[in-house]
């Protein structure tokens, strides 16, 4: 059976690990799931691993629905959430709910994504899970915040630790059915996840999480730079440089 958001919910009671992925193709989403994966998350990562953007900033909505569209064809078992890219949910609730609506109707996605915890997100998030439409929080680092904290650390004193505890007990109450937690510190993960009663997914944030995520193409070493907390368990890029060179090879010495 495909997993469900109340399945997830459940190993969280269950204290059973939730395990998840990135994916932005049909290829590599169809082997996600093949192999077992709870969730796949298209990610705006997408914007760098697959578009060459410096940033997730670029990433379209039109971007994210056919990376979506092609990811679902290979996903017949693992939870399917899926990204709001910059600018597609920030700028009112209404558009939002266009935005939103659009995934859901164009994309088998049975979740969205949107990042921060402040009093309006929260607020959009209240009414888009109002009518219907499942969503994940995601508090912590914020890539879409790149310009104004960078990729720091957030949550390393006691201020802004109480501030993502705050914005997560908030989010909660908005009702959002999972939780993303990136690069805080994991006694502040760990106590997130104590006193909210819906699972979180962890990202460079310990192993005190109900789940975690990292992007597929650091774990197969396919990319360039990677975080200093997402272990690369196979070197694809240096694997697939030399297969091309010995066809190559194979073909200049025919």
Known sequence: MPVSIA????????????????????AIAKLLDKAGVDMILVG???AMVALGY???????LDDMIRHAQAVGRGVDNALLIVDMPFLSYQVSTEEAMRSAGRIFKETDARGIKLEGGYPDMVETIRKLVQVG???MGHVGLTPQSVHRI????QGGTPDTAE?????????????????????IPADLATKITELIPVPTIGIGAGQGCDGQILVTHDVLGLSDWQPPFARKYV??????TEAVKQYCQDVRNH
Do not use: C
């Open 44 to 46: 705006d990562s997408l």
């Open 235 to 240: 070197d694809l890029q240096s694997t697939i």
């Open 7 to 26: 399945q997830i919910q459940k190993w969280k009671q269950q204290k059973k690990p939730i395990a998840a992925l990135t994916a932005s193709d049909y």
């Open 133 to 135: 439409m499942p969503v």
């Open 54 to 60: 410096k940033n997730t900033l670029p990433v379209t």
């Open 163 to 183: 501030e993502i505890l705050h914005q997560s007990k908030a989010l909660v109450e908005a009702g959002i059915f999972a939780l993303l937690l990136e690069n």
């Open 150 to 153: 960078g990729y720091r650390v």
